[in-house]
């Protein structure tokens, strides 16, 4: 039985209700927050066995948030208690032309705190199939990024798949290092990876070769992207599968979605789909990233696993949360071609 282990921040999310605006509300919905976690949560809802990995202080809130990942089935038994505080993301939902935003609070979060060899990876990872990070962990701090090497180069010598999400986030690179200097060193022990229309320009320079990310009117040319995907193999010889997810914001409640993959022999394009009247778009790219593992884990076909992905990520745009609850039935059913929306007795 296959087994992933995800690493990272999960954080206190706090949400403005009714499209409000954080300086309107006087009150939050309360869910979770974190790339890794989110990816953990939908593997566990597919029949997946997950480990999540993190540091959380010992308190009342934190563990509300333990609570609900293990409801989620999700495995938390290598969960850190140290650090003062959890990380909070205040989440501002945008509407139409005005677009959503999401402040950050969690400098001195207990995982940005972490010390030296407070993780045993080798015990963690000693039966685990597949291994999870993203960019997100190395920029929180000097320790976490350290943290998260260890981790990946201890999966390689296990022999243990890695995955990386790129996800660069400007704002949370401020502990004086730049993600173009901490970034290469661990994405190199990583077998597959994945990344948005605008990472690996951001990180590591590359980007479509006539195409500006910016002004896409709201529709992407999937074929523009090879050029990104061979470069990035080329950089990183050990990546065997480069993933890039396509996102075509025409407002901020229709966007097109789409995604292609690279694996050094074949160029495949997902299944564009038109997104509108989006519930939330938070945790989309992990949704895929979700669905992606699990495609690549259970299907022989490159094309099936990213069609699988593609269509898990595009029902996460209709759930509230960070979490992506659809089922496999559901996610197969619209790589089917039933996106009708009709009330199922």
């Not at 010390?115 to 190395?138: M, Q, Y």
């Not at 981790?151 to 996800?167: K, P």
């Not at 065997?240 to 292609?260: P, Y």
């Not at 519930?279 to 990213?306: C, E, N, P, Q, W």
Request: proline share 2%; charged share 25%.
């Amino acid at each position: 039985m296959e087994k992933v282990v995800t690493f990272g921040e999960i954080m206190l999310r706090l949400g403005a209700p009714d499209y409000l605006r954080l300086i309107q509300t006087d009150r939050f919905e309360l869910n979770y927050a974190g790339a890794e976690a989110n990816v953990a949560v939908s593997l566990a809802n597919y029949g997946v066995e997950t480990d999540y990995v993190t540091c959380l202080p010992d308190n009342p809130v934190a563990e509300r948030c333990i609570m609900n990942l293990r409801s989620h089935n999700v495995g938390v038994d290598h969960i850190l208690r140290s650090g003062k505080r959890m990380g909070i993301l205040f989440l501002e939902t945008g509407s139409n032309a005005r677009p959503s935003k999401v402040y950050y609070d969690r400098e001195g979060s207990a995982i940005a705190m972490i010390k030296d060899g407070s993780i045993d990876w080798r015990e963690i990872l000693r039966d685990a199939t597949w291994f999870h990070w993203s960019g997100i962990t190395p920029a929180i701090s000097e320790n976490a990024a350290r943290e998260c090497l260890k981790a990946v180069q201890t999966a390689n010598e296990l022999g243990v798949i890695v995955s990386c999400d790129l996800n660069y986030r400007s704002n949370l690179w401020g502990y004086g290092k730049k993600a173009s200097e901490v970034m290469p060193e661990i994405v190199s022990g990583s077998d597959v990876i994945l990344g948005n229309e605008e990472d690996c320009e951001k990180v590591f320079g590359i980007r479509p070769l006539d195409f500006d990310v910016v002004q896409t009117g709201g529709h992407i040319d999937q074929k523009s992207f090879i050029s990104v995907c061979q470069q990035m193999m080329a950089r990183f010889p050990r990546c065997k599968k480069m993933v890039l997810t396509l996102r075509g914001a025409i407002n901020a409640n229709h966007n097109t979605w789409c995604s292609v993959l690279y694996n050094g022999q074949e160029f495949i394009e997902s299944t564009c789909y038109e997104i509108t009247h989006i519930v939330d778009r938070v945790g989309g790219g992990d949704s895929f990233m979700g669905g992606l593992i699990f495609g690549l884990l259970h299907y022989k076909d490159d094309a099936k696993a990213l069609e699988f992905a593609t269509a898990a990520s595009c029902l996460k745009h209709t759930i509230k949360g960070d979490f992506n609850l659809v089922t496999i039935s559901e996610v197969e059913k619209l790589v089917e071609g039933n996106a009708s929306g009709r009330v199922e007795r």
